[in-house]
């Protein structure tokens, strides 16, 4: 049994390392009337392994990254700080015709 087990860990370290991807659709159907399909797409790697491959959607998600969702609201702060520094300087820059300029 101890050989199986060793297997086993062998069998997971090689999955993690290079990555596996399991692909399937499942469709259903009434009367050749497609109701709903899914497409499934499971890539399993460990995380080193995600992102030498450029799968790292997490690092930006909120969920899992919180600091990630304060540097978009930093962003955020900051574009709104600038484009109310912009609207501040634009009556100034209106002919004096009383016309925007477009």
């Known amino acids: ?12 370290e090689r ?16 009367v ?14 460990s995380a080193q392994t995600a992102r030498e491959m450029g799968m790292d959607w997490w690092t930006n998600d909120p969920f899992f990254a919180p600091n990630a ?7 955020k702060t900051d574009l709104a700080a600038r484009v109310a520094e912009l609207e501040a300087r634009l009556p ?4 004096s015709g009383g016309e925007e300029p477009r």
Request: aromatic share 2%; no cysteine; net charge negative.
């Open 69 to 75: 969702a304060r540097g978009e609201l930093d962003k």
């Open 1 to 12: 049994m101890a050989g199986s087990s060793d297997s086993l860990a062998d069998i997971l």
């Open 32 to 45: 050749d009337v497609e109701l709903l399909t899914l497409r499934i797409r499971l890539f399993i790697a």
């Open 15 to 30: 999955v993690l390392d290079k990555g596996v991807v399991i692909a399937g659709d499942i469709g259903i159907s009434v």
């Open 92 to 95: 100034a820059a209106v002919p």
